[in-house]
C-alpha cells in the first residue's frame, strides 16, 4: 500500500509489520460532529479498512482533548461545567461514528486522564536542557532540536506566522525563541488544575498526544495522522518532544494529513462557527449516502460543502441502490476483477475517488444485463461499498401492503 508521507512530501510504500500503531488526534470535544471532523475520520476509517483486509492487526488511538484553552473557554461561554460538555459532546461524536459506520478505534484516552505520565516527561525534558522554566511556565526551546521543522518543513517566518495565527503566542517575552512552546502553564482561574514541580496548572497540548502516542503504543509509532491544520505547530511539536534527549528516538515513521473542508468560502471551523454537522446530512438521506459523499473527495484535496454537491451524491447513491436490488447476476472473474481494481485504487494512497467510480460504473453496466449465472449484485457490491466505509444495506422490512421499498436507510 502507498500513502502520502507529509515529512518526505512523497508517496511511500508502507513497510509494515503485522501489527500496525495508528494515532489520530481526536476532537477538542465541542461542536461535534461538523463535516470535517467527518472527513478526517472517514479517512482514517478507510485506511484502517485497508490494512486490515490486507492482513495486519491495526491498533489504534484516538484521543479526547479534554484539557484544553478552547475547552475551558466553550464552558466559561455555555455556563456548563467541563466535564458535562465534554460527556454530552462525546454522546454526539459516538452517535455520529457508529451511525457512519466507523470501525471503533482500539483506544480513546481522555488527556486528563495521563497527566502524570506529562508531568514526567516534562521532567525529563527540563533535565535534558530541552526545555527551560520562567515562572511557573515550563517552555520547550526549539534551539536545543535541530530537527525541528522535520515534520512540516516550514522556513521560520511561516512557522512564526502561524504560531501567531494557531494561538501559540510567538510574541510571548519570556520565550527565548518565538517557536518555542509550553509544555506546561500555571493555572488560570476557574480551570481545572494538576500539582506539579513548576507549578499547579496543566500540560500544554502538543505534550498530551505525544505522551499518549508513547504510553499506549509505543514508539516508533508506524503511522500518526490528522488534520492538515495540525502538521505545524501540534505535530511538529509533537515530534520534538518525543525525540528531544535522546540520539535514536523515532517518533513516527508516516505523517498522513487530510485537507481541509470549507464552506461558505471559508475552511469550516469551530471558531468561525461555518459549519455543517454529520447528523444533519444522516437526516437528510442517511449515513450511507453521507459516506458516499465523503468518498467523492481525496483525503488530500480541499474541497468546498454545497447543498447541491451533496443532494446530487445523495441522488446517485440511491439510484445506484436500486440498481443494485435489480435481478442482475454477475459471474465470479468479473467480481474478483472489480474487487482487484476497487483494492488497487485504495491501495493508492486511498483514492477513494476512483474506487466508487469503478463500482457505480460497474453497477450501471451490470443491472442492465441479465444474466442467470453467477452471485446476486448486491452480494458483490456490498462488501466493496464497505471498503469505503458504506455499511451494507439492511433489507427493509416488508411492508404489510407487500409493495417493494427502496427507501434510504438511515
Ligand atoms: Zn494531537
Redo the contacts with the bound molecule.
Keep these: 500500500m502507498e500513502l502520502y508521507n507529509t515529512a518526505t512530501a512523497s508517496k511511500e510504500h508502507l513497510d509494515l509489520g503485522h501489527e500496525v500503531s495508528l494515532y489520530v ?2 476532537i477538542t470535544p465541542y461542536a461535534a460532529t461538523h463535516l470535517g471532523h467527518a472527513f478526517t475520520y472517514h479517512t482514517f476509517d478507510v485506511l484502517t479498512r485497508i490494512l486490515q483486509h490486507d492482513g495486519h492487526s491495526v491498533n489504534s488511538v484516538r ?1 479526547v ?1 479534554d484539557v484544553d484553552d478552547d475547552i475551558f473557554r466553550v464552558s466559561r461561554e455555555r455556563s456548563v461545567p467541563v466535564d458535562q460538555l465534554v460527556s454530552s459532546e462525546m454522546e454526539i461524536f459516538h452517535t455520529d461514528c457508529h451511525a457512519l459506520n466507523m470501525l471503533p478505534v482500539t483506544h480513546e484516552p481522555y488527556a486528563s486522564g495521563a497527566i502524570e505520565a506529562m508531568i514526567a516527561r516534562v521532567g525529563e525534558l527540563v533535565a535534558c536542557g530541552a526545555a527551560y522554566v520562567v515562572g511557573g511556565t515550563v517552555y520547550f526551546s526549539v534551539d536545543s532540536f535541530p530537527s525541528y521543522g522535520q515534520v512540516s518543513h516550514y522556513d521560520t517566518s511561516t512557522m512564526r506566522s502561524l504560531s501567531r495565527l494557531r494561538g501559540a503566542n510567538p510574541d510571548d517575552p519570556n520565550k527565548r525563541n518565538p517557536l518555542d512552546f509550553i509544555l506546561w502553564q500555571p493555572e488560570a482561574p476557574g480551570e481545572k488544575s494538576w500539582d506539579s514541580p513548576w507549578s499547579s496548572g496543566r500540560p500544554g ?2 505534550i ?2 505525544s505522551t499518549l502516542a508513547e504510553s499506549l503504543l509505543g514508539l516508533p509509532v508506524d503511522i500518526h495522522g ?1 488534520g492538515e491544520d ?1 502538521i505545524y505547530p ?2 511538529e511539536s ?1 515530534a520534538a518532544q518525543a525525540e528531544a534527549c535522546s540520539t535514536s528516538t523515532t517518533f513516527v515513521r508516516y505523517w498522513a494529513h487530510v485537507s481541509h473542508v470549507a464552506y461558505e468560502g471559508e475552511k469550516m471551523s469551530k471558531s468561525l462557527g461555518n459549519l455543517i454537522f454529520a447528523r444533519d446530512l444522516r437526516a437528510q438521506s442517511g449515513a450511507r449516502a453521507v459516506r458516499y459523499f465523503l468518498s467523492q473527495f481525496h483525503y488530500r484535496t480541499s474541497w468546498e460543502y454545497v447543498d447541491s454537491l451533496f443532494a446530487h451524491a445523495a441522488g446517485k447513491f440511491a439510484h445506484l441502490d436500486v440498481l443494485c436490488d435489480a435481478d442482475a447476476r454477475i459471474e465470479e472473474t468479473a467480481a474478483e476483477e472489480l474487487a482487484s481494481e476497487v483494492l488497487n485504487h485504495l491501495r493508492n494512497d486511498l483514492d477513494t475517488v476512483s474506487a466508487a467510480a469503478a463500482i457505480a460504473d460497474f453497477i450501471e453496466k451490470a443491472a442492465g444485463h441479465q444474466s442467470s449465472q453467477g452471485s446476486p449484485l448486491r452480494t458483490v457490491i456490498d462488501p466493496l461499498w464497505e471498503l469505503i466505509g458504506i455499511a451494507p444495506k439492511v433489507p427493509a422490512a416488508t411492508p404489510s401492503h407487500g409493495v417493494p421499498h427502496h427507501g434510504t436507510v438511515a
Excluded: D, I, K, R
Aim: charged share 15%.
Design positions: 488526534c481526536g484521543n482533548t497540548w502538543h498530551e498526544c490528522g495540525l501540534h505535530h509533537e
